[in-house]
Structures are given as structure tokens and as C-alpha cells.
T-cell receptor
Framework: GDSVTQTEGQVTVSESKSLIINCTYS????????LFWYVRYPGEGLQLLLK?????QKGSSRGFEATYNKEATSFHLQKASVQESDSAVYYC????????????FGSGTQLTVMP | EAAVTQSPRNKVAVTGGKVTLSCNQT?????MYWYRQDTGHGLRLIHY???????EKGDIPDGYKASRPSQENFSLILELATPSQTSVYFC?????????FGPGTRLLVL
């Protein structure tokens, strides 16, 4: 079945430094899955951060970017300069464009930004 | 703005008891979903629905039932709660390529 892998469970970065959170995926469909980053701030539910549904394209939101790399089956999340308010749990996810459209999630990465 | 609400937000239940988690959406989405999220794991799909009267099994349906009496409401039912069902439960509604999540329900089964 489909799967999403986030290798870093926790990441700590100093404020104003750059960030990359790794995400790779495996999809069984003959097409290409839709790819997402969701974020969960402390005490809140999941929010969609960005999505990309076309291979090769880049999504961006709130200073974060992620590029759909179908050759490497990756969708890494990057930000040039993080802020303390970016501290949250980040989830990479995919959905197959058919049937239930269910989301398959990675295990999440806890980002802590140090002042 | 998309709105998905869940109740209760926190619940303590006893082993063997019945638990009902409720979800309401005002997005007029056909699809609704129940996930659970455990430490070290991503969210995993329990049940989903394509519309009123429809319920489908997700990846981990054992021990759970679902009910979709209307477009707006989708419930998750634990008939005989067990400690292994202690988790955070998220409801979502969605159109074809985006899902909108509720704030979550933290369930503790003692």
C-alpha cells in the first residue's frame, strides 16, 4: 500500500536559521498522488499548510515551500528563516486521486524553534 | 471559512463502556473521515463516509462503528471501549483533494 516516511521525529533550530524537513513517499497508483503538508500548532487541530497536485510544481505558504519531486518521490518542506511561532508538529501526507481520497500520513516531525 | 467541530474535546471512559464521539461540519462536503493519532504515528483512518447514510471501513476499523445521519454529522462509536483505544481522534470533511480537520478529541480509557 501507499506510505509516507518522515525520518526526523524531532528537529530543533535556532530562530532565523534555515529549515528542511524530509518527506519521501511510495504510491501504488499509476498516476501521481496529491501531496500535502499539514501543521498542528500546540492546542490546535491540523491545518493545511500547503498542497501540490502536479508533479514538478512547488507549493508555498507562510514562507514554507515544498517541491513535488516525482523522480526522487520526495516532498521536502523548507523555510529560509524560521520563527519561534513556527514551533509545531508537521505532517507530510498523500492522497490517491480516486475512491475515498483518504490521506496517508507520515509520523510527523516536531519542530522546536529556539529564540 | 471551513468549519469542523468535535465534541467532546476530552473524554475519560471506563473499559467496557460505550463512547460516542461527534463531529459536525458546515462545509457541505460529501466526504467525512475519522482518524486516530498516536504518539510516534501519523493519523490513521478508521471510518469514512461519502454522504448521509453511508459509512465505509478505513484501515483500522476494528472495535469502531460509524454513523452518518446527515450531511453535517458523522459519529464514531466505541461500543466496548478498551485501553488500547486511548488516543486523539480527529474528524475531517473534504472535497476531492483537501480535507479540513476538527480540533481533535482526547480519549482516555481506564
Amino acid at each position: 500500500g501507499d506510505s509516507v516516511t518522515q525520518t526526523e521525529g524531532q528537529v530543533t533550530v535556532s530562530e532565523s536559521k534555515s529549515l528542511i524537513i524530509n518527506c519521501t513517499y511510495s504510491a501504488t497508483s499509476i498516476g501521481y498522488p496529491n501531496l500535502f503538508w499539514y501543521v498542528r500548532y500546540p492546542g490546535e487541530g491540523l491545518q493545511l499548510l500547503l498542497k501540490v497536485i502536479t508533479a514538478g510544481q512547488k507549493g508555498s505558504s507562510r514562507g514554507f515551500e515544498a517541491t513535488y519531486n516525482k523522480e526522487a518521490t520526495s516532498f521536502h518542506l523548507q523555510k529560509a528563516s524560521v520563527q519561534e511561532s513556527d514551533s509545531a508538529v508537521y505532517y507530510c501526507a498523500l492522497s490517491e486521486p480516486s475512491g475515498s481520497w483518504q490521506l496517508i500520513f507520515g509520523s510527523g516531525t516536531q519542530l522546536t524553534v529556539m529564540p | 471559512e471551513a468549519a469542523v467541530t468535535q465534541s467532546p474535546r476530552n473524554k475519560v471512559a471506563v473499559t467496557g463502556g460505550k463512547v460516542t464521539l461527534s463531529c459536525n461540519q458546515t462545509n457541505n462536503h460529501n466526504n467525512m473521515y475519522w482518524y486516530r493519532q498516536d504518539t510516534g504515528h501519523g493519523l490513521r483512518l478508521i471510518h469514512y463516509s461519502y454522504g448521509a447514510g453511508s459509512t465505509e471501513k478505513g484501515d483500522i476499523p476494528d472495535g469502531y462503528k460509524a454513523s452518518r445521519p446527515s450531511q453535517e454529522n458523522f459519529s464514531l462509536i466505541l461500543e466496548l471501549a478498551t485501553p488500547s483505544q486511548t488516543s486523539v481522534y480527529f474528524c475531517a470533511s473534504g472535497d476531492q483533494d483537501t480535507q479540513y480537520f476538527g480540533p481533535g478529541t482526547r480519549l482516555l480509557v481506564l
